[in-house]
């Protein structure tokens, strides 16, 4: 039988810290699919997570798999299904299969904000990822605050059951809280994404290679 392709869930201590611009990244790198199960409202450029990760990747289009809901307003999924009238139904969350469309090879799975934003009234994000039994990357800011965001997001996530990958940095460095929140949390530093002053294809690709290594988003280890 062959083995089922390597998935991986991007998630992040909080909405706007990076995942899409990681997430983007990270399938361009490995040469992966791209899933956010949720898109609620437009993002910062009015378009969607999928469509930024398909420019941004570098990429073809036809390895986007479709949302599972596009909610119309910018708010939490289960608020922004609920003013669409929409009932978000988890067994519509199982991962995408490789199909013919979307081709094989690894897949990239984006949620929304962060690891306890609801879907539903009594069924969080974390809930979904423990359903998933993935291997789950954090994705968090370097700045001030973020040891305590990035602590609990970890400890959610364990309490949960949670597979974690490790935690993946985005902003200036900030080496005692990037060695401080893997230390405390007991997470691996995957990396860090520098603050790029002109997001493109060819600069986001730069700053992976320089920063991450493909082979351990692709290897067993998990904490
Ligand atoms: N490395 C970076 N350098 C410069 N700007 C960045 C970087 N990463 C993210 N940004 C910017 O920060 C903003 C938020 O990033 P992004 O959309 O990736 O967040 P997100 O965590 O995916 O949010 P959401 O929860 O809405 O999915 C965007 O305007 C994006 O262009
Ligand atoms: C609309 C936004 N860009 C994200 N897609 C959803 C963020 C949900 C955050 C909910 C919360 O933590 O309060
Ligand atoms: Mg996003």
Redesign the pocket.
């Known amino acids: 039988m062959t083995a089922p392709a390597r998935t991986l869930i991007v998630t992040?201590t909080?909405?706007?810290?990076?995942?899409?611009?990681?997430?983007a990244a990270l399938a361009g790198a490995l040469g992966a699919r791209y899933w956010k199960p949720v898109q609620s409202g437009p993002?910062?450029?009015g378009g969607s997570?999928s469509l930024?990760v398909a420019r941004l990747a570098g990429i073809p289009a036809h390895r986007i798999h479709p949302e599972a809901y596009r909610l119309t307003q910018p708010l939490s999924p289960h608020r922004a299904a609920e003013l669409d009238g929409v009932a978000i139904d988890p067994a519509r969350l199982a991962l995408p299969q490789e199909d013919g469309p979307r081709g094989d090879g690894p897949l990239v799975v984006?949620?929304?904000?962060g690891v306890l934003v609801p879907l539903t009234r009594d069924w969080l994000y974390a809930d979904q990822f423990a359903r998933w039994q993935a291997p789950v990357v954090v994705?968090a800011r370097t700045g001030l605050g973020t040891i305590n965001h990035t602590l609990l997001s970890l400890e959610a996530l364990r309490a949960r059951g949670v597979p974690v990958l490790g935690v993946a940095f985005?902003?200036e460095a900030n080496a005692d809280n990037e060695a401080t929140i893997c230390a405390m949390g007991q997470a691996k530093r995957l990396g860090r994404?520098?603050?790029?002053?002109a997001?493109t294809p060819a600069a986001?690709a730069a700053?992976f290679a320089a920063a991450f290594r493909p082979q351990d988003f692709l290897g067993e280890d998990i904490a």
């Open positions: 992040g909080d909405t706007g810290v990076g995942k899409t611009v990681f997430a993002d910062d450029e997570d930024r984006e949620g929304a904000g994705v985005v902003g994404l520098p603050i790029l002053p997001i986001l700053a």
